[in-house]
Structures are given as structure tokens and as C-alpha cells.
């Protein structure tokens, strides 16, 4: 994910530093697996930037709300 939203930058112009964490294999396992990563650290540079534009989505959203900008399309459908 390019772009220099929030802190999120693309590759070339990241700051990248070694760093050593306790992780848990299984969880590292299926995020990798999701994901389709090649190796460890790419699996959770795409986690970390996966959450980084969670964030974006919501304060988009949150953005939109205060507008007036989202319907609530099933309104109607809702029983009394």
C-alpha cells in the first residue's frame, strides 16, 4: 500500500529498522497464509499496513457520518 497517509509510506521512502519480537508462530503461520506472503516479514508489513488503512476506512467513514453522508440503507427493513 503506496501513499503517505497517517504515516503509512511505500517502500522506498520507509524508514526500515531490524527488530527482534517474541511472536506467535501460529498466529504468524495463518496471517501468512492470508495473506499469501512470501516470508515472515513480508506477512506482517502487510498486516501492519492492513491496519493502517482499517484506520483510514473508519475515520473516513467517521468523516462522512458528520456530513450527513451515510444512509442507512436497511432502515425500512427493520421490524418495530
Known amino acids: 500500500m503506496a501513499g503517505t497517509q497517517r504515516g503509512r509510506r511505500s ?19 495463518r496471517v501468512r497464509a492470508l495473506l499469501g506472503s512470501s516470508s515472515e516479514t ?19 467513514i467517521a468523516a462522512l457520518s458528520g456530513i450527513g453522508g451515510v444512509v442507512d440503507a436497511y432502515e425500512d427493513d427493520r421490524e418495530p
Do not use: T
Open 11 to 29: 517502500k522506498s521512502s520507509s524508514e526500515i529498522r531490524r527488530k527482534n519480537v517474541n511472536i506467535d508462530q501460529v498466529k504468524l503461520d
Open 42 to 60: 513480508e506477512a506482517i508489513d502487510q498486516a501492519l499496513d492492513a491496519l493502517l488503512f482499517r484506520e483510514d476506512l473508519i475515520d473516513g
